[in-house]
């Protein structure tokens, strides 16, 4: 078997990126009235107050800090799947009794000893492979996921406050990197998740402010392609691309944007792509 490559990626791009994604967070919770932190986000069993301890806890652990103990099993709470989200819901449980304004002091803690480290790093360690969510691969590939997880955690926290997007806030180098992120797991989806058969040529017309095209051939294996060549596509998919974003990520759809699927081509394949659109561990 191919050793998998690695993906490389632009330092600036991605880091432009992530640190204007934190600041669009921070933004948002910048004088948030305390009762607001305890709205509830479209995510099961957790609060606006509950993301963001989980962005915090997640940073810290790429800064080498354990997790703390907590009171409860939280493996045992329904909306805790996997030993990822038994660690994300200890830094949860442990911040869920501070004020807002002290959990929003270590966020920017954290995530400005974070701009320190990442903006510091050389290209060899940049380029080097490492465990990621997605597997093996480059220490900029993880931080690239690391931005599509905290934008996608902004949209949770919009939601959350009734103060959605505009096309404005929509349009730039964080909401780019997100799409591009979740583009590099449609063969994955395509393929492996919703068995389309080979010779599928599967395309997502991403439709408003992220309007993009996203072409997946399957040809043995499914895997991006730029184009079809003469070929028409063989199952189509048109959608708003924020609306995309959440269904990959499991979300219900944003309310503010709300439209309709629409399938063309072998409509039985393109809604079972839709229905195992939700790749997010």
Request: charged share 25%; glycine share 8%.
């Amino acid at each position: 078997m191919a050793a998998r490559s690695i993906t490389k990626l632009d330092k600036s791009e991605v880091l432009s990126g992530l640190f204007a994604e934190w600041d669009a967070i921070d933004a948002l919770l910048e004088g948030l009235p305390e009762t607001r932190w305890r709205a509830a986000t479209p995510l099961p069993g957790w609060s606006v107050q509950a993301v963001v301890s989980h962005i915090i806890g997640t940073e810290s652990f790429l800064e080498g800090i354990a997790p703390p103990e907590v009171d409860i099993d939280v493996s045992e709470l329904e909306h805790v799947r996997n030993d990822i989200g038994a660690m994300n819901e200890r830094w949860v449980r442990h911040l869920s009794g501070e004020p807002g304004t002290g959990v929003l002091e270590r966020y920017r803690a954290v995530t400005n000893g974070r701009r320190e480290v990442v903006a510091s790093m050389s290209d060899v360690e940049w380029d080097a492979p490492m465990p990621t969510p997605a597997g093996m691969d480059s220490y900029g590939r993880f931080m690239r996921i690391r931005t599509f997880d905290c934008w996608m955690h902004e949209q949770d926290i919009r939601v959350a406050l009734q103060r959605p997007s505009s096309d404005d806030e929509l349009d730039g180098t964080a909401s780019q990197l997100s799409l591009d992120e979740i583009a590099a797991t449609m063969g994955f989806v395509v393929g492996k998740l919703a068995k389309a058969p080979d010779g599928s040529r599967v395309s997502f017309d991403l439709t408003g402010p992220l309007a993009r095209t996203i072409n997946v051939s399957v040809d043995g294996r499914a895997q991006l392609v730029d184009d079809f060549g003469a070929q028409e596509p063989t199952a189509t998919i048109r959608l708003d691309a924020l609306q995309f974003t959440r269904l990959a990520g499991g979300r219900p759809m944003c309310p503010a944007r709300v439209q309709e699927v629409e399938l063309g081509g072998d409509k039985d394949v393109a809604a079972q792509i839709v229905e195992r659109l939700n790749f997010v561990i």
